[in-house]
């Protein structure tokens, strides 16, 4: 007996819950206040200007290593690449900012967003050294992920990587998203193959992650020379 004769004859198919029919909006760049970083709209121009002294050292080509673009040889190349990403309608890019002298630290996107199912990625992350691992750096991302779920509604949040990407995978994981798997050989970038890390985040685990941002994110959480107390990881567990 084939499946369509059992089917018709037996139980009715296991489904999943019902989810309302609604779109979610299509994510745009707008600005994301925190205590120590400010996101907003790229401005090409002045963005170029103050990140392509803090990226461009031949010492830190290693942080274009595994992005689409980059390294850049000239602040104008740079201002190209942010220029194009800011006219892409298919992504929402952010400058991130120190929210005290508004200098432009590192940038990061909305992509691959499907409004209908509710699921967006964030992307194409570049921090300058001086706010690589500091807690600017997590406030930025938890900025964004609350953003997503909070603001715009979707139900998915999702972080790919190139699997050879240890740092970005270990960042992953410890902002609370959930590793799915690897895709073999899902892309070629820049010439070289490449399998893609997938991880994610969920609305119904959204709440428990927001919590350990917020609470990782309090002052009192660090000491007076700004070392954390409790690791993020840690205080997620034990919510």
């Known amino acids: 007996m084939n499946a369509s004769h059992q089917m018709a004859g037996g139980d009715a198919p296991p489904l999943g819950p019902e989810v309302a029919a609604h779109r979610a909006p299509e994510p745009v760049a707008v600005e994301l206040r ?12 002045r963005d170029a200007a103050e990140l392509f002294a803090q990226v461009s050292a031949p010492e830190h ?8 673009t980059g390294p850049f040889a000239t602040e104008a190349e740079l201002r190209a690449d942010l220029e194009a990403a800011a006219a892409n309608p298919k992504l ?13 630290l590192g940038r990061a996107c909305y992509m691959r967003a499907e409004p209908t199912h509710r699921t967006v990625e964030v992307g194409s992350i570049l921090f300058a050294p ?5 807690r600017a750096a997590t406030e930025a991302m938890a900025l964004m992920a609350g953003h997503a779920f909070d603001a715009l509604g979707y139900r998915r949040y999702e972080w790919k990587c190139d699997a050879l990407n240890a740092p970005s995978r270990a960042a992953a994981l410890r902002l609370g998203f959930r590793f799915e798997g690897v895709f073999a050989r899902h892309m070629i970038v820049k010439g ?11 609305d119904d685990g959204w709440p428990r992650i927001r919590a350990a941002f917020d609470a990782w994110l309090d002052p009192a959480n660090f000491d007076s020379h700004g070392r954390q107390r409790l690791r993020l990881e840690d205080i997620r567990a034990a919510l």
């Open 92 to 104: 929402a890019t952010f400058a991130i900012r120190d929210a005290k002298t508004g200098r432009t």
């Open 34 to 45: 925190g205590a120590d970083v400010i996101l907003g709209p790229l401005d090409p121009v």
């Open 61 to 68: 080509e290693r942080l274009f290593a595994y992005l689409f």
């Open 130 to 134: 001086a706010l690589a691992r500091t």
């Open 192 to 202: 070289r193959s490449r399998d893609t890390a997938w991880f994610a985040m969920t």
